[in-house]
């Protein structure tokens, strides 16, 4: 039987707007290219291109364009935030996505979910200090609490050297052994993750908006 036929959206939490280059939609189009050897169709969303004010739900009333970055986050399978570096933490988009997000804990899937179960989770982080591992396991953290599901070696990246210097693309972040290594588990890791949850979801039994809480005697 053929593998199914995946989707991947790419929020990219940037804070530059198009058509300014952005490094961390560099890299993120290196795991684009695995994608597309594996039946993977990739979308990548600029949020600072949508009017996305700040809050915590998922309208935020006249001229909120969240809605419809949400919808594309909704029928993804596979869910990758992308974001810079900034002051040692991911950018403040990333935070203002994440923010947003809380308001799917108000939704459900047709089985009583919250709406981003059975999505497969990942992130991309670059920039020219240290911060990675901080951003990523921040972000991947909070998309397990969105109902995400993550799989090993689930983020990739690329660091530059301490203080003002070239970025990813100036860099030739490119060539960096380890980044492409991580790219290529990455994205291998999240189609076969995703491929699972989508011939087996997890079931509604137990996890569902309105299940019983358990309290320990």
């Not at 039987?1 to 300014?20: G, H, I, Q, R, W």
């Not at 709406?115 to 909070?142: I, M, R, S, W």
């Not at 980044?179 to 076969?192: I, K, S």
Request: net charge negative; charged share 20%.
């Amino acid at each position: 039987m053929a593998d199914p036929k995946l989707t991947a959206l790419f929020v990219n939490c940037t804070l530059k707007k198009s058509p300014e280059v952005s490094n961390t939609e560099a890299l993120a189009r290196k795991v684009i290219e695995w994608f597309d050897q594996m039946n993977v169709e990739s979308e990548i969303v600029r949020v600072v291109d949508y009017h996305v004010p700040f809050g915590v739900s998922s309208f935020e009333g006249e001229g909120d364009e969240w809605p419809l970055i949400l919808e594309k986050i909704k029928a993804a399978d596979i869910l990758v935030m992308c974001t810079p570096i900034w002051f040692g933490v991911r950018s403040s988009v990333a935070q203002l996505v994440v923010e947003r997000l809380d308001g799917t804990y108000a939704e459900a899937n047709d089985v009583g979910q919250y709406p981003l179960y059975n999505k497969v989770a990942g992130v991309v982080v670059t920039g020219n200090e240290d911060g990675a591992h901080a951003a990523a396991e921040t972000t991947l953290f909070n998309m397990t609490h969105l109902g995400c599901t993550v799989p090993p070696n689930a983020d990739t990246y690329w660091v530059g050297d301490a203080g003002p210097g070239p970025s990813y693309l100036d860099a030739g972040g490119e060539e960096h052994e380890y980044t492409q290594r991580t790219t290529r588990w990455m994205a291998h890791n999240l189609v076969h993750l995703a491929r699972i949850l989508h011939a087996n979801p997890i079931p509604a039994e137990g996890n569902t908006k309105d299940a019983e809480v358990c309290h320990a005697g």
